[in-house]
């Protein structure tokens, strides 16, 4: 049977497990990422398991998410996060150098490597052939550990570009358009792989901004060949012999094939507040605009950003619509200085913010009372912004920046030509010199720490019986956003679990936190897809923290479900899905907790008498983390 490149790359770093999709598998992981909002945390986690140095080929160390730096937290962060990379052995990007998905596609991504990254959008370095996943910081610290990743084996379904991209479509409306034929929940348990005639025509920046945003189909990951466009965009960053070919057999089977045919997109936009809610940018035609903000892990290539600044170029944008551009790495924006794209962008009004993720996570740039935002970025969960009423809609840089002229949407077809598509210049100014690589030995490094960073509490394990009451009753889709709100104040803490914990559930019922206070454990109940979104591990974290014991839901997302396994939360599968309707809100619930199999069906009983049946799909080796109180206790437990 020939082979795709997912199966070639699974196939090289098995563990353990068999390819069955489905099986559990686990995988060795050759490089690993961090970023500062979830990066704390990992690392506390590697001290406490104890090892000299990481045992990764690469492990990199950034801080984009929060670099605001309003009082003395932030900073104390950065300072641990640095003297803790210098100790241990991993590599630190400095505060302000750049976003981590862009800098690690620019400077450390390689194809066929596999990469782990505590932020859900490490599937950007699918773009240049890397098996690369989101995943929990605890999952990333096992790795550096020199753990094998444990995921279930995906299916593969095959992407088959056709035609090439005319008129104003962009890479973005490539995923814009997948992502409204097969919703937020379509990708859950697969990796889309691309391929076929269509792959050539786009460049790795376009690739990337298409498997960045797979991560909204609830995908494991996203991948392309490596071929000789990877090669090209390598030895511009100095790196060619990082490259290798990847290429799928040409008679390599796949689990399903979606065909697109690039040459028949149009400017697509999603709609509040999800970003599967996707229709023609000329639909929505005369909608005025307060708020343009380009940039994200998405769109802050130097080809967006050029072609941004050439739309800009010699035009005014109207003093009603805010402009604001965040470059995803100081080598974007040196490119653009030189020659001299950065002057047309200022001109026309727009601002120049610092190359992090900046209004993406709401870290600043939130938009009016009620105002519409036109975004560059993959998320438009409501509130996310920091504006509860903002309406926010999701597109491409060329289509932000035409809108942001406009000051309102209006039909493509009126645009006009637009400018040519953007490659690399052949001289691309390096940055590598701002990376602080650790030295040999680290052993002499003093680490950090400052009054914020609060050691980690150990849990105890799952009772016989789970005695509790639902402690939250939430409707499908609920996001990590929802459960644990970002924004300045709230990541500041991500730290100091007692104190991140007072905010869990904060936009959705404040009233959350008091209440669970009053329970000895609780339980949250949900609909489908539950914790979709982000990878911050702190959204299971800090519900244990709170007593949370149990979710019990319609179905969950990937990485939310490993964290709450990872702290463990037992995650419940209810077997009726109309069960949901017969559960309220502050209704007590036993879990005969000991009697849990993987894969069996037990029976709660609510405090009324009513039964409810749940099941699970926890392997063995989930469940025995489950019991022993977290994935920390289990491998103290099996190291003792
Ligand atoms: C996000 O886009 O939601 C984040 C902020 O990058 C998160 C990580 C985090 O919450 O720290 C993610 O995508 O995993
Ligand atoms: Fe940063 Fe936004 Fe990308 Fe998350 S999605 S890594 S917040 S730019």
Known sequence: MGKNITRKII???????????GAEIGLEIDQTLTQDATGTMAYLQFEAIGLDRVKTELSVSYVDHNTLQMGFRNPDDHRYLRTVAQRYGVIFSPPGTGICHQLHLENFARPGRTLIGSDSHTPTAGGIGSLAMGAGGLSVALAMAGEPYAISMPKVVKVNLTGKLTGWAAAKDVILHLL???????????????????????????????????????ATTSIFPSDERTRDFLSKMGREDDWEELLPDADAEYDKVIDIDLSALEPLVAQPHMPDLVVPVRELAGLKIDQCAIGSCTNSSYSDLKTTALVLDGKRIPASTDV???????????????????????????????????????????????????????????????????QIYLASAETAARLALEGQFTD????????ERIELPDEVPSIRHLFV??????????????????????????????????????????????ILPAGPQITALRSNIPAISEHIFGRVDEEFVGRIRGMDQGVVLGGENYGQGSSREHAALAPRHLGVRAVVVKSLARIHRANLVNFGILPLLLVNPEDYDAVAQGDGLTIPASEI?????????????KSVEVTNDLTANELEIIKSGGLLNAVRSRQS
């Open 11 to 21: 196939e090289r770093h098995l563990k353990s497990g068999s390819m069955e999709p």
């Open 180 to 218: 409204g034929k097969l919703t937020v929940k379509g990708g859950v348990g697969k990796v889309f792989e691309y391929a076929g005639p269509g792959v050539e025509s786009l460049s790795v920046p376009e690739r990337a901004c298409i498997t960045n945003m797979g991560a909204e189909l609830g």
């Open 324 to 390: 604001l551009i965040s470059p995803g790495s100081k080598q974007v924006v040196k490119m653009l200085a030189a020659e001299n794209l950065i002057e047309p962008m200022l001109d026309a009004g727009a601002r120049m913010l610092e190359c992090t993720c900046g209004p993406c996570i709401g870290m600043g740039g939130s938009p009016v009372s009620a105002g519409v935002s036109v975004r560059t970025f993959n998320r438009n969960f409501e509130g996310r912004s920091g504006t509860q009423d903002a």
């Open 412 to 419: 493509p077809a009126t645009w006009g030509e637009r400018p």
């Open 437 to 482: 690589f650790p030295p040999e030995n680290g052993d002499g490094v003093e680490i950090l720490r400052g009054p914020n960073i609060v050691p980690l509490e150990k849990f105890d394990k799952l009772p016989v019986t789970i005695e509790a009451q639902v402690a939250l009753k939430v409707g499908d889709n609920i996001t990590t956003d929802h």
């Open 597 to 609: 199999t993987p894969g069996g069906t037990v029976t709660m009983r609510t405090g009324s008498g």
